[in-house]
C-alpha cells in the first residue's frame, strides 16, 4: 500500500495550494479518504475527509477555503487550499480508512506528508 502526497510548498498568507495524494495496493473507490495535519507539538488534526461517493466533511477552521475532491479512475484525492492563513503551516498527511462521523477514525493506511508553509 502507498499513499503519496505531493504539492506542499512556501505560500504566502492569502494564496493557494493543492495537494494531491496518488494511493495504490488497495481498492481505493471502497474507502473514505482523509487530509490529516500535524504540527510539531500538537496533536494530528483531521481537516477534511471524503466518502467513496464523493460526500465531503471539514474541520470548522478549513470550511469556506478549503475543497477536497476525489478521481476514483485515478485513486487519487485531492485538496484544494485556499485564502491560506499562517496557522495552516504544517506536514498535510492524506490517509484512508472505512468511516467517519460515528466515533474516532480508525485509519487504516496512512502516507508521508507533505509540508505546507504559509508565511510571508
Known amino acids: 500500500v502507498q499513499l503519496q502526497a505531493s504539492g506542499g510548498g512556501l505560500v504566502q498568507p492569502g494564496g493557494s495550494l493543492r495537494l494531491s495524494c496518488a494511493a495504490s495496493?488497495?481498492?481505493?473507490?471502497?474507502?473514505?479518504m482523509y487530509w490529516v495535519r500535524q504540527s510539531p507539538g500538537k496533536q494530528h488534526e483531521l481537516v477534511a475527509a471524503?466518502?467513496?461517493?464523493?460526500?465531503?466533511n471539514y474541520v470548522d477552521s478549513v470550511k469556506g477555503r478549503f475543497t477536497i475532491s476525489r478521481d476514483n479512475a485515478k485513486n487519487t484525492v485531492y485538496l484544494q487550499m485556499n485564502s491560506l492563513k499562517s496557522e495552516d503551516t504544517s506536514v498535510y498527511h492524506c490517509?484512508?480508512?472505512?468511516?467517519?462521523?460515528?466515533?474516532?477514525?480508525?485509519?487504516?493506511?496512512w502516507g508521508q506528508g507533505t509540508l505546507v508553509t504559509v508565511s510571508s
Open positions: 495496493g488497495f481498492t481505493f473507490s471502497r474507502y473514505w
Open positions: 490517509a484512508a480508512g472505512r468511516s467517519y462521523g460515528s466515533g474516532p477514525v480508525v485509519y487504516d493506511y
Open positions: 471524503i466518502s467513496s461517493g464523493g460526500s465531503p
